[in-house]
């Protein structure tokens, strides 16, 4: 099982960048390929990004496609998202989550960590 524990969320002003953190523990941790998915107020909960094991694949949805990088660090047991050109409409909670490929599915999930960009 893999425990998921995200951090770095805040609030900032439209434009600029935050970069969340998601921190991963269990034995076969490094197998799976890790997203990141965000929930707005009265709306579903939404993929962001993904990487695959070995950080050599990634997804991205449209939304955040060339503002939004995802990364790993096995060694460190760490999954990063870096948020540039931040709009107010990605204010959400944002997730991290684990998974058998990039694009899904996901079954492990953290905690969420608040994003909230302001105009």
């Known amino acids: 099982q893999v425990q998921l524990v995200e951090s770095g969320g805040g609030l900032v002003q439209a434009g600029g960048s935050l970069r969340l953190s998601c921190a991963a523990s269990?034995?076969?941790?490094?197998?799976?390929?890790m997203g990141w998915f965000r929930q707005a107020p009265g709306k579903e909960r939404v993929f962001v990004a993904g990487?695959?094991?070995?950080?050599?694949?990634?997804a991205y949805s449209d939304s955040v496609k060339g503002r939004f990088t995802i990364s790993r660090d096995n060694g460190k047991n760490m999954v990063y998202l870096q948020m540039n050109s931040l709009k107010t409409e990605d204010t959400a909670v944002y997730y991290c989550?684990?998974?058998?490929?990039?694009?899904?599915?996901?079954?492990?999930w953290g905690q969420g960590t608040q994003v909230t960009v302001s105009s």
């Open positions: 989550a684990a998974g058998s490929n990039q694009y899904g599915p996901y079954n492990a």
């Open positions: 269990g034995r076969t941790w490094s197998r799976y390929a």
């Open positions: 990487i695959n094991w070995s950080g050599a694949n990634t």
